[in-house]
């Protein structure tokens, strides 16, 4: 399964869990230390913005990190950023180019997997801080688990960009044990 038929199933959920959130939860804590939920929101919409036109092939949009700001609607951002993500994920030629990714040039396809990995768990932090369910398919979740598992280097383990792995209960689902593999406890 390509990452961006993973993100094909990924980012509906997505859309799902962020209609989902009541403004008065923004700045819930969420699993992910480095952000409330408002912050994961922000994250994965600026994100989202400044992936889709390397997907594409156009050039990086100039104002990427405004959705941090004060008066955002911050469902509507995420809901357009994340339209957008999947559209360009779809485009021809999309997995086959090379993106400037924070990791450094990757190919498109190594990339997707990379997206659906972060969309899969921030979708997880999303959901678990608003009480909302977050159940992709044992599939979806394995494909991405398996990738993860190859291509987060012991030195992403920064405590920024990935934390250590924690440990997962022995009877966690597929999901809980990437979930802790992320960096966060379960």
């Not at 959130?21 to 408002?38: G, H, K, L, N, S």
């Not at 779809?90 to 090379?98: D, Y």
């Not at 494909?143 to 022995?170: C, H, K, S, W, Y």
Request: hydrophobic share 45%; net charge negative; aromatic share 8%.
């Amino acid at each position: 399964m390509e990452g961006n038929e993973q993100l094909a199933v990924i980012i509906p959920m997505l859309k799902q869990v962020g209609n989902g959130i009541q403004p008065e939860q923004y700045d819930d804590a969420t699993p992910c230390v480095a952000f409330t939920v408002r912050g994961v929101l922000g994250h994965m919409t600026d994100l989202a913005s400044a992936y889709a036109p390397a997907f594409r092939g156009d050039a990086p949009p100039t104002d990427i990190g405004t959705s941090a700001a004060d008066g955002i609607d911050y469902g509507a951002r995420f809901q357009v950023a994340m339209d957008a993500l999947l559209s360009a994920v779809q485009s021809p030629g999309a997995l086959q180019r090379t993106i400037d990714t924070p990791f450094g040039p990757m190919p498109g396809a190594a990339f997707a997997r990379l997206v659906a990995f972060d969309g899969l768990i921030h979708g997880w932090d999303l959901a678990t801080s608003t009480q909302q369910v977050w159940n992709p398919p044992e599939s979806v979740v394995a494909e991405v688990d398996a990738f993860a598992r190859q291509a987060i280097a012991p030195e992403m383990r920064d405590g920024d960009t990935f934390a250590a792995e924690t440990e997962a209960p022995l009877d966690a689902t597929t999901l809980l044990r990437l979930v802790a593999f992320s960096g966060r406890p379960v």
